[in-house]
């Protein structure tokens, strides 16, 4: 399932080159849908009910809903390739955290909505080498991080 893990997304390119794509930041965390180390750009339609999956839960803070999209080509072939993205900056949905009702229970209740600014720092010592690569179709863009890089509900834990 992909999730739609941030809006109003900046890449920010090698060379200074700056791109805000159009639409969500979508991530199949499981890797079903969409490989789990690639990130898409782009529109989809909300509909249908709600999602019942604890883990998008615990990342939005609240229930989300289903949606729908047609998926690219996954085989970057006919993508153009635009360079390699070290920094990313994109804004979180979420919802306000709610207080729990149990007396006893003084967990502190997260919550990862706000603004975010992600630096990659590639994966080999002081060269920077192994940093996401950003393709476009389109009006569709993707990132495709080396398959050591981990994406997870936390964001970007590596690189």
């Known amino acids: 399932m992909l999730a739609a893990k941030g809006y109003r997304t900046e890449l920010f390119l090698e060379g200074g080159r700056r791109v805000r794509p159009k639409g969500a ?12 180390t690639s990130v898409l750009f782009m529109h989809f339609s909300r509909h249908g009910g709600s999602v019942e999956d604890t883990l998008a839960q615990k990342y939005f803070g609240y229930v989300p809903r289903e949606g729908s999209l047609d998926l690219p080509p996954e085989s970057t072939r006919n993508w153009d ?22 007396f006893f229970d003084f967990r502190p209740t997260k919550n990862f909505k706000g603004d975010y600014t992600h630096e990659f720092k590639g994966g080999w010592g002081i060269f920077r080498t192994g940093l996401p690569i950003l393709f476009k179709l389109g009006s569709i863009y993707r990132l495709e991080f080396p398959p050591w890089s981990e994406i997870s509900w936390r964001g970007f834990v590596r690189p």
């Open 25 to 36: 930041m979508l991530h199949d965390e499981s890797g079903e849908d969409w490989s789990n």
């Open 81 to 102: 390739q635009l360079g390699e993205v070290w920094k990313i900056h994109y804004s979180r949905p979420g919802a306000t955290p709610t207080s729990r009702t149990g």
